[in-house]
């Protein structure tokens, strides 16, 4: 049996719609970069991966709960983070 998904007719937060030349659609607007949450897409001036650190997640980290989990996109090939980075998200 097949699965059908079904977009809600009222979500609650935002709204990945696609990837539109170099950012996401979220609700109508590209993003270069973004951190999402359930609630909110927040513009992220997100630096090079070699640079990324707890402090540039520091919008997330901060929130009540705190994620359950973090999805990292980074580009057209796969970059592994720091390790300082996951050793402190661990």
């Known amino acids: 049996m097949a699965t059908r998904f079904e977009r809600d007719s009222d979500p609650a ?3 990945v719609s696609g990837f539109a030349g170099g950012g996401f659609r979220i609700d109508g607007e ?5 951190l999402l949450t359930p609630k909110a897409a927040l513009r992220w001036d997100a630096p ?4 990324l650190d707890e402090a540039a997640l520091a919008p997330l980290l901060k929130l009540d709960p705190p994620p359950e ?5 980074t580009g057209a090939r796969l970059v ?5 980075l ?3 998200l661990a």
Do not use: D, K, S, T
């Open 13 to 15: 937060g935002p709204v």
């Open 30 to 34: 590209v993003f270069a970069a973004a």
């Open 48 to 51: 090079a991966i070699e640079a």
């Open 69 to 73: 989990f973090l999805l990292l996109g």
């Open 80 to 84: 592994h983070p720091p390790r300082a």
């Open 86 to 88: 996951v050793a402190g």
